[in-house]
C-alpha cells in the first residue's frame, strides 16, 4: 500500500529545505568570531538529540529500507557530533596557544635578554 507523493508537498518541502539553507548561511556569517566557540557547543547540543531521535525512529522501522536510512541517519549523526566537538576542542586550543604563547614567549625572551645581558656584563 504505497501512496503516492504529492507533487505540491514534495515542492513545498523543497522551497523549505532551500530557504532555510539560505537563512542558516546567511546568520552564521553574520556571527562574530568570537561567538563561533559558543555557537559550536551549542550546535553539538542539538545534534545530540538529532541522533537519539534517529535511534528511536531506527528503532521503530518497519521495513529493511527505513532501518537502512535510520542507521545512516545514526551514523552519520553521530559523525557530525564527534566532528563538532573535534572542530570546539581545537578552536578552544587556537585561543589557549595564543594566550599561553604570547605568556611564555614573553617569558622567555625575557629570559634570554636578561641571559645575555648577564653573560655580557661578565666579559
Do not use: C, W
Not at 528511536?56 to 553521530?78: D, E, F, K
Not at 585561543?95 to 617569558?107: L, T, V, Y
Amino acid at each position: 500500500m504505497t501512496e503516492a507523493l504529492d507533487p505540491q508537498a514534495l515542492v513545498d518541502a523543497l522551497l523549505v529545505l532551500v530557504l532555510a539553507a539560505f537563512v542558516g548561511y546567511e546568520v552564521v556569517s553574520k556571527v562574530p568570531t568570537m561567538l563561533h566557540t559558543p555557537l559550536m557547543s551549542g550546535a553539538n547540543a542539538v545534534h545530540g538529540v538529532i541522533v537519539v531521535g534517529a535511534i528511536i525512529v531506527t528503532a521503530t522501522a518497519g521495513s529493511p529500507l527505513q532501518l537502512g536510512l535510520g542507521l545512516l541517519g545514526v551514523i552519520l549523526g553521530t559523525v557530525n557530533v564527534v566532528g563538532g566537538f573535534v572542530v570546539t576542542d581545537r578552536m578552544l586550543e587556537m585561543f589557549r596557544g595564543r594566550r599561553d604563547g604570547k605568556a611564555s614567549g614573553d617569558r622567555a625572551s625575557g629570559d634570554r635578554a636578561s641571559g645575555d645581558r648577564a653573560s655580557g656584563d661578565k666579559q
